[in-house]
């Protein structure tokens, strides 16, 4: 990892800036480049803004890294959502930063158990791969969702003692 912990700090952010709409918009496009519409299920700024989704950015000084989302399904479920790195600070550990921020919080909140939908192509493999190593498995559809060729769906068991 390139950056250390002392220099990428997480916060939470309220969507009004140009860097996370810019960033949001890079999201949104490679989401398009990437899945049919039918398929897209990324959020956009007025999206994120629902009361029940927490938006957290990481930043290096004025950098912008990348941004991550936790979205209340029920009182013991959450789903990570809006998951994405700038494309000059990808495999960096940005993502994995902001994954574990996320992870903690939900544990904070006392969910049982945390989701997401990840495209299933190989352009997605690099975060399914992310989400596998914090030990996300596969899982069918969650929430809304319904079965979906272009989509995977993981789940993290919160509530087995010993997981990350």
Request: glycine share 8%; aromatic share 8%; with cysteine.
């Amino acid at each position: 990892m390139i950056f250390g912990t002392d220099f990428v700090k997480i916060r939470i952010d309220d969507l009004r800036g140009q860097e996370i709409a810019s960033l949001l918009l890079a999201h949104l496009e490679n989401s398009r480049k990437w899945s049919p519409p039918e398929s897209i299920h990324a959020l956009d700024l007025q999206a994120l803004r629902s009361p029940q989704i927490t938006f957290w950015t990481a930043w290096d000084a004025a950098s912008l890294l990348g941004c991550g989302a936790l979205k209340e399904l029920d009182p013991s479920h959450g789903e990570i959502k809006s998951m994405h790195t700038s494309h000059e600070h990808r495999r960096r550990g940005v993502a994995a930063r902001l994954l574990a921020h996320i992870v903690d919080e939900a544990r904070s909140r006392s969910y049982l158990r945390l989701s997401l939908e990840t495209g299933s192509m190989d352009a997605f493999a690099p975060a399914r791969a992310l989400y596998a190593r914090f030990g996300f498995v596969g899982t069918g559809p969650f929430g809304d969702y319904m079965l979906d060729p272009n989509s995977v769906f993981m789940t993290l068991d919160l509530g087995r003692p010993g997981t990350r």
